[in-house]
């Protein structure tokens, strides 16, 4: 059994926390949002009221019925929004550890960030004497509730070795994909895939509604054809075909749409990326503009039910630039031709 601090608590960090209680590891986790720690306790995890309580295993819990934790961690695994949150928290963890960290402590950062900063993390964490994993996941809400999640690891094999078995409590593959940052370098790649895909299939969904295509007849074509892909059987966006997909769950929040346009956006500021042009991605990131009042916190598809009534109101206003609207009521798209590398 690990001694595990978890920091980041929400939609993601929660699950996967409970599910390494599940596999009978001590996780004591942190978080600045009451309701996520209060959700979190519910699976298991013991709620700490600081950071340092939740790395060096202090008092948690406290006034009545309080108690202490089990010692300073093993590991520390971060899942937070940004690259500049995970930064501010390893740097919080460098002050912490300052005094007595060993190699025999490991840190994972699961979030989704840019290269440079996974690579700051590891450097910080080196400073502290720790290994270090960069291993942001893929498989979404419900692959962090079942304990399937796919991990994307960059770091040292020796690092690898020591997170593999914890990584394995909330996912069912663990890829080491090469040294510092390599994990984030194929999550952003993947990312701009999935982008890129799931707008395919939202439009291939509006096609076949126009033409008076059911969409339960498309997607037992599509999912058995060459047009398979995850954002068709797995998150199929119209209600129907998949169960568990948003859309058979009233398109109930889960990954923002914000973290998309966050996810996507890195993929086009990557340094190595700016040597060549990804007009598919850039074209991808360009559909989701940052809009005031939208609701940008909301789950990915929620978000463009929302956006598709807005659309309907200022649909005038925006000319000359073209909406389509798809059938099934998800999103207008915004197309701003000859500004997105469609020239010529």
């Not at 926390?17 to 309701?35: I, M, Q, R, T």
């Amino acid at each position: 059994m690990a001694r595990i601090a978890f920091i980041g608590l929400g939609n993601m960090g929660g699950p996967m926390a409970a599910n390494l209680v599940k596999a009978g590891h001590h996780v004591c986790g942190f978080d600045l949002s009451a309701g996520s720690v209060a959700a979190a306790e519910a699976g298991g995890v013991v709620a700490a009221r600081t950071l340092a309580d939740a790395v060096n295993g202090g008092a948690v819990n406290g006034g009545e019925g309080g108690h202490h934790g089990a010692g300073r961690a093993d590991c520390v695994i971060t899942m937070l929004p940004k690259g500049e949150h995970v930064l501010s928290v390893w740097h919080a963890l460098a002050a912490l550890l300052s005094e007595g960290a060993s190699e025999d402590m490991l840190l994972i950062d699961c979030s989704t960030i840019d290269v440079g900063s996974a690579r700051e993390a590891h450097g910080l964490a080196d400073a502290m004497g720790c290994l270090s994993l960069d291993a942001p996941v893929s498989g979404g809400t419900v692959g962090a509730s079942a304990a399937t999640l796919t991990f994307m690891a960059g770091g040292s094999s020796a690092a690898f070795q020591k997170g593999e078995p914890i990584l394995a409590a909330m996912g069912k593959r663990i890829v080491h994909c090469g040294e510092a940052g390599a994990g984030q370098a194929a999550k952003i790649c993947n990312n701009m895939i999935l982008g890129i895909s799931m707008i395919g299939v939202a439009e291939a969904f509006a096609l076949g509604e126009k033409l008076g295509l059911s969409h339960q007849a498309l997607f037992d074509v599509a999912s058995t054809s060459s047009g398979q892909c995850w954002a068709l059987t797995t998150n199929c966006p119209v209600p129907g075909p998949v169960p568990t997909s948003p859309a058979n769950r009233d398109y109930r929040p889960g990954f923002a749409a914000s973290l998309m346009l966050k996810d996507l956006n890195l993929s086009q500021e990557a340094p190595a990326s700016q040597a060549r042009q990804r007009r598919l991605g850039s074209m991808r990131a360009s559909f989701m503009p940052p809009r005031k009042g939208r609701p940008w916190g909301r789950g990915f598809f929620r978000h463009h039910q929302s956006a598709a009534r807005a659309g309907r109101v200022k649909r005038k206003r925006l000319q000359p630039r073209r909406w389509f609207r798809h059938g099934w009521g998800i999103r207008w798209h915004e197309w701003e031709w000859g500004r997105q590398g469609m020239r010529g």
